[in-house]
């Protein structure tokens, strides 16, 4: 059973930086692509950005050129890099595997300011 940590989330002024990070248990981590999703409130929840065991990445529309996904696989962990955050990136972000079929964790919070 794979379990995902996410942590790094945090208040931050538009036009900020923050990086979240997602720790997984298990070794399939390494072998599967991972995605980073976010839920606002009243909204679905949403895909962001992917990227494949290989490092292929992509990403939503809406964060392509600021957001950034990276992976450690020595570390299981992965990585997003959001720049020049927006008001409307205020979501829970959460990390799965890309397709989600994974338990979810427990998210980290993002919230942008003006």
């Known amino acids: 059973q794979v379990q995902l940590v996410e942590s790094g989330g945090g208040l931050v002024q538009a036009g900020g930086s923050l990086r979240l990070s997602c720790s997984a248990s298990?070794?399939?981590?390494?072998?599967?692509?991972m995605g980073w999703y976010r839920q606002a409130p009243g909204k679905q929840r949403e895909l962001v950005a992917s990227?494949?065991?290989?490092?292929?990445?992509n990403y939503a529309d809406s964060v392509k050129g600021r957001f950034t996904i990276s992976r450690d696989n020595a570390k299981n962990t992965v990585y997003l890099q959001m720049n020049s955050l927006k008001l409307e990136d205020t979501a829970v972000y959460y990390c799965?595997?890309?397709?989600?079929?994974?338990?979810w964790g427990q998210g980290t919070q993002v919230t942008v300011s003006s």
């Open positions: 990227i494949t065991s290989g490092g292929t990445t």
């Open positions: 298990g070794s399939i981590f390494r072998i599967i692509a």
């Open positions: 799965n595997a890309q397709p989600a079929i994974l338990s």
